[in-house]
């Protein structure tokens, strides 16, 4: 690995990090919640070797919310389980609006911890680049966080993604505008290895609270890494 690329693959694990923190605490929220129905069904059973008729009532309403218990960690495993399959492949076809959505599910905690929100309309037609789909999350995911660090209180954040004649890109719009957008600040994003990798190119608006990240239709390198 060159000594060029060892801050990106350690930016790399910084986010693997991130993501997996997030959602570990996810499972144990669900494990929680599945634990204290359990403690519920038990004192239920309890009262009933003293006499007391099962409640009905009380044990569908527990059966309903262990089954719900149950599909939302069954949909953080699908979750994890593709994020963990995003490194599988150097390069590959990358549908940007489709990985865009998937960030947003991935980072969704981390998103409501920010009381953030976003509006991501999905594209009429789909947005392709040939690139590494597991940088591709992260550049996507470290955009999303700079624009949340930008937003306007109570205003989603909107985020496009757009074919265009010089390459796929992704608009990140309705933050705050004219002299309170920090121009400096997400200019800053360009200095990153992640946007050197890919290529990418940043244009700011800042008179309408906008930025644009355009992403080459494919990566100058086939690899990631030096092997």
Same mark, same amino acid.
């Given at each position: 690995m060159t000594d060029t690329k060892q801050p990106l693959a350690m930016d790399g694990a910084r986010f693997f990090g991130e993501m997996t923190a997030t959602i570990s605490h996810e499972?144990?929220?669900?494990m929680a919640i599945v634990n204290e129905n359990a403690g519920l069904l038990e004192d239920m059973v309890a009262m009933n070797?003293? @006499? #007391?008729p099962f409640p009905?009532?009380?044990i569908e309403k527990v059966s309903q919310s262990v089954s719900r218990q149950i599909a939302r960690a069954d949909e953080i495993l699908q979750i994890m389980?593709?994020?963990a399959h995003s490194a599988d492949h150097d390069s590959e076809?990358?549908?940007v609006g489709e990985t865009l959505q998937f960030v947003a599910k991935l980072t969704d905690r981390l998103i409501m911890m920010q009381g953030?929100?976003?509006n991501m309309p999905t594209p009429a037609k789909a947005v392709i680049t040939t690139t590494n789909r597991f940088f591709l999350a992260y550049l996507i995911w470290h955009c999303m966080?700079?624009?949340m660090a930008r937003r306007q209180p @109570? #205003?989603?954040?909107r985020i496009t993604a757009e074919a265009t004649p010089e390459g796929p890109c992704l608009v990140f719009a309705d933050m705050d505008k004219g002299a309170k957008f920090p121009t400096s600040a997400v200019s800053s994003l360009e200095m990153e290895e992640i946007f050197g990798w890919f290529g990418a190119r940043l244009t700011i608006f800042p008179e309408i609270g906008a930025f644009r990240v355009l992403l080459p239709e494919k990566r100058r390198e086939e690899q990631p890494f030096n092997r």
């Open positions: 499972l144990k929220n669900v070797r003293q @006499g #007391a009905a009532e009380r389980n593709r994020f076809a990358v549908d953030a929100e976003f966080a700079a624009a @109570g #205003a989603p954040i």
